[in-house]
């Protein structure tokens, strides 16, 4: 197929931490497609240079809350992935802001595809739509039926929820040229894997303490995780299979869902970390549960008094504290049942990608020697 005769993919948030690796994944794996268009505010050169002999790596650079934008992103396009969204739980960016990009974003979306006739959209919802809710409910092996008291009061699961319900609502209108508009919406759990941000942040915490992770959670709390990949992997064949069974998959949504086991975040993180040196303090929680929400309610105080003079946002906060203390894991065979998905790539490859970019985090990172000097490791 010579480049031109294929179809037009446009993946918003393409040059994200899972968007980059989508964008990948379809110029590897999708012979469908002539063009893919990457549609973010910032634009990552590097995906440029991926484009090929069969498939043009577009770069657009534009705001998703800007309707102008995305409608000039989605001309004569055939297909949208929809992944951009401000994934911020620590106070980083104001409660408006994180609305009008997820929600009032997701609804630019949804009108350029209705003025632009795109009949095919997949959006890229969360675990966190359906929680773990800060009642401590747990979530345990559930699937995309289970029974669970919804409970949003945080800016980001409040705007995730809404936008899968626009975009599920969505599902069957008409679009320009009398055709209909297609949508279904995939909840990864907890994404790890090659480029995770916050994975740096832990990296980087455990070398100014000596390569020493100091457990603060129950080992018993289960927290769903699914690697990258496998989230691209299955984007990709929800896009597929969403135009050969629209009515199967339309209107429907997913759990992202891979063989990675089921531990406590610490612990799934160390499956990592281990492989650099790090080890984990304690068996079980080195300090009581009241003590970490006083200093989770200690770092609110403090990101509130630094407010306008600097972005002060930790990782503990009493949302973060809650959701991490709170067992959500997921257990279910829909998107194989509707769509055929098998995860891409198993725990033990996943394993493997992830320590190697982690190890390559000690490579590139000019001040870590610094840091490991100071700290004087403590578990040699
Ligand atoms: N990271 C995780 O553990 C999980 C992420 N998700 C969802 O997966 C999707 C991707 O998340 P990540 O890759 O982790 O986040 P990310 O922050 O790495 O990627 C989001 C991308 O959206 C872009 N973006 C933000 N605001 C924009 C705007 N106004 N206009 C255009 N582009 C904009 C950013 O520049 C970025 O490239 C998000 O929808 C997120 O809600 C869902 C479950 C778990
Ligand atoms: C108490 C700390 C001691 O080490 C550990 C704190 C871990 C938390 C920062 C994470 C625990 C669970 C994570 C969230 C979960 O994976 C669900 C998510 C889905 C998304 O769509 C975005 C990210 C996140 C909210 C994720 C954020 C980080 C945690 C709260």
């Given at each position: ?15 994200g ?67 951009a969204?401000?994934?911020d ?42 929680g ?66 916050l ?15 100091f ?52 612990d ?23 003590l ?67 190890k ?21």
């Amino acid at each position: 197929m010579t480049a031109g005769s294929g179809q037009v993919y446009v993946v918003t948030g393409g040059c994200g931490f899972l968007g980059s690796h989508l964008v990948r994944m379809l110029l590897e794996h999708e012979k469908n497609i002539s063009e893919i268009r990457v549609f973010d505010l910032h634009l990552d050169e590097s995906l440029r240079t991926l484009s090929n002999d069969r498939v043009r790596v577009r770069l657009i650079s534009g705001d998703i809350s800007r309707l102008a934008d995305v409608q000039e992103a989605l001309h004569g396009s055939h297909l949208v992935i929809h992944t951009a969204s401000l994934v911020d739980v620590w106070g980083r960016v104001p409660a408006s802001k994180i609305t009008e990009v997820n929600v009032t974003g997701t609804e630019n979306v949804l009108q350029a595809c209705k003025e632009e006739g795109v009949q095919y959209l997949v959006y890229t919802s969360s675990m966190e739509v359906v929680g773990p809710n800060i009642h401590g409910d747990h979530f345990y092996r559930g699937n995309e039926d289970t029974e669970y008291r919804i409970y949003h009061k945080e800016p980001y699961p409040l705007s995730k929820a809404k936008a899968e319900k626009l975009v599920l609502e969505a599902n069957g209108i008409k679009i320009k040229g009398g055709k209909m508009l297609y949508t279904c919406s995939l909840r990864p759990t907890g994404i790890y894997g090659e480029g995770h941000e916050l994975m740096k942040q832990f990296h980087r915490q455990g070398l100014r303490t000596g390569r020493c992770v100091f457990r603060a959670l129950s080992p018993a709390i289960e927290h769903g995780r699914v690697y990258v990949g496998n989230v691209a992997w299955m984007h990709l064949l929800a896009a597929r299979q969403l135009q050969i069974h629209p009515s199967t998959l339309g209107g429907q949504v997913y759990f992202c869902y891979d063989s990675s086991p089921y531990k406590s975040y610490e612990d799934f993180n160390m499956e990592f970390l281990s492989a650099c040196g790090f080890k984990i303090i304690g068996s079980r929680p080195l300090v009581p549960y009241f003590l970490l929400y006083l200093l989770a309610l200690l770092n609110v105080l403090l990101q509130w008094v630094l407010h306008g003079f600097i972005t002060y946002a930790p990782i503990l906060n009493p949302y973060t504290l809650a959701v991490a203390s709170t067992t959500f894991t997921v257990q279910t065979d829909k998107a194989e049942k509707h769509f055929g998905y098998q995860p891409l790539y198993a725990w033990e490859e996943a394993k493997m990608r992830t320590i190697t970019w982690v190890k390559s985090l000690e490579v590139s990172g000019k001040d870590l020697k610094d840091v490991d000097e100071k700290s004087n490791y403590c578990c040699s």
